[in-house]
């Protein structure tokens, strides 16, 4: 079993900045590809981004390439969400998942999700 707890989000000016944090727990967190995503007010779950167990390779949604960065440090066995320039669309609830398969996480069936931190973007 792996525990998820997401911290670090708010409210946020357009144009503003916030860091996203995923702490993970359990198993051993090295092993896992972890991944974000969002699910705004009556719209589907959405990807964000997806970073590999070593951290070597990741993966960003085209609409927030450039805007948003996953990194993630296994010391500490969390992984992070920068996230610039935001715009009032961002605003959505923010989930961190882990799965063994990065393909999982990408494609939204991991096997591990945090109970999400609210982002709000005001205009």
């Known amino acids: 079993q792996v525990q998820l707890v997401e911290s670090g989000g708010g409210l946020v000016q357009a144009g503003g900045s916030l860091r996203l944090s995923c702490a993970a727990s359990?198993?051993?967190?090295?092993?896992?590809?972890m991944g974000w995503f969002r699910q705004a007010p009556g719209k589907e779950r959405e990807f964000v981004a997806a970073?590999?167990?070593?951290?070597?390779?990741?993966y960003s949604s085209d609409s927030m390439k450039g805007r948003f960065t996953i990194s993630k440090d296994n010391t500490k066995n969390t992984v992070y969400l920068q996230m610039n320039s935001l715009k009032p669309e961002d605003t959505a609830v923010y989930y961190c998942?882990?799965?063994?398969?990065?393909?999982?996480?990408?494609?939204?069936?991991?096997?591990?999700w945090g109970q999400g931190t609210q982002v709000t973007v005001s205009s």
């Open positions: 359990g198993r051993t967190f090295r092993r896992y590809a």
């Open positions: 970073i590999s167990w070593s951290g070597g390779t990741t």
């Open positions: 998942a882990a799965d063994d398969r990065i393909s999982a996480v990408r494609g939204g069936s991991a096997d591990y």
